[in-house]
């Protein structure tokens, strides 16, 4: 299937610019959001080498009123959305040093994850319900092992609190967006190789405290396929290995390799029931 209209916020690099780099290469419309102007054209141009039409968009996820346009925007020139990948976030300035509390770290740096992350996907969401719903489409957020484990010296609790509340968030929107059509699930990425991580970085830190990186394109290769899957309902609300979900679709990286989910080490993902039962079904149940 090509020819969708897709929106990826938080895509002027990282993550982001790799799962729109993606998805522009299947001929996508791919509306690109962030706050910087010059990256947002550099991703927007290389979807258009790639086949597809890159549309920058400069937005500063946290401002709400921003956000509202972007997909005002998307229905006047298209009536519809077909894919939302919420992946805008911001992360502290700097990571936990060795044996540094939570409360002893700048409390604004600290709130980043739970403001420009957790809270933004809740309101591009809500303004593109009606898009999705017009497309049956489908809304994936971008999420990670963090939502479940603490790795000390990598992230704090609020990036903690933020990837579990994504989660959640998947699970609770699929439940009213199911009688819709619109598929809705979070997915975990690995490790990504993105621009911040030099040869040298990645060499020193592979396989001794971070398991083999990955590209940021191939989550963006596995939402494709995901697109694509007319079964992909099955998923909706629930939380996925990344690297799971590509083994099944058959999707490789880059560079042609088949990342592995991290399960053994970091455990499953986030796990919510499928049926909760009223009360009275409940104690019919165990009568």
Known sequence: MSGRV???????RGAGKGIALALGATGDTVYVTGRTEPDLAATAEEIGRRGGTGVPVVCDHADDEQVRGVFERVGAEHGRLDVLVGNATALPAAPPRPGQGFWERPLAEELKPLEVGLRSHYVAAHYAAPLLIAAGGLLVFTSAPGARVHLPGLHGPSYGAGKAGTDKLAYDMARELRPHGVTVLSIWMGVLRTERITPELERRLAGTVLPPFESPEFTGRVVDALANDPGRREYSGRTVWGAELGAKYGVTDVDGSRPDS????????????EHTPTYAEFRASTA
């Open 262 to 273: 991290h399960r053994e080490w970091l455990g499953p993902p986030s796990e919510f029931p």
């Open 6 to 12: 897709v929106v990826v916020t938080g895509a002027s």
